[in-house]
């Protein structure tokens, strides 16, 4: 009876009461100090949407965002030939109306837009064949112009190769799908001809152009086509060596046509 009687006198002293009023307001302020921090951390209660950007230019971001409290970022740029430069093909977060998630304001967004250009590093095909030069260029994506050259020493074989009338570098990167300029020596037998522009036009309008003439001849190559009327109505959507005003061929020379049945078909 008497530690309870001791144990009583203790808790309704002054002193059991003032710690007991001082731990209660501590753990308080603890308690009411971290929920305001960390509700105004995680932005407590707010819900942003986010917009759908994706199929849209990366220039209209700003636009689409709006007066929304967030922000983006574009990781990266990925080749793609067949949609237009800049076109949005990836967000995180996804879009509000397709995930049902909303975020918080200064989220990043972050995209991967489109290019529809890409650089490929440019063999080396000086001293080599020009059949030989034309096929390692075209594996790379690389289109050619070639002009032939009167030599005893070199026929057949690259003398040069150019870029925009500069010499090609060890190591270095075009634009892929650009003209490499190749000067090639053989002894013509013959008149040097103009090379027509193919561009566009169907097998059999192509051989069209060469009906009667035996100065240059035709090799075609075809992408795509499934079937013969697939073939048959096909285009050309590239060459070589290319047309262009200047440009001219010995006799007898070849033309390589490739046709894809799709509008702008690349071959790969």
Known sequence: MGFFKKLGNFII?????????????????IIWGGTTYFGSYTR???????PNLLNNNVNDISTLIGDRDIKYEILDSIYNPDLVEGTIIYQNPMPTDSSGLSVKSDRVIRVRVSKRSRLVMVPVVVSKSHRFAEAVLMTKGLRTRVNFVPSNEDQGSVISQKFKGKDITTGQQVPINSVIELTVGKRTQGEMVGIPNLNGLTINEAQERFLGSSSLRLYPVYSGCETSKDSLNARVIRQTPVASDSSKIPEGSTITIFLSPNEGGLIN
């Open 13 to 29: 002293s002054r002193k059991f009461i003032i710690n007991f009023l001082l731990f209660g307001l501590v753990w308080f302020l």
């Open 44 to 50: 407590h209660g707010e819900s942003i949407e986010v």
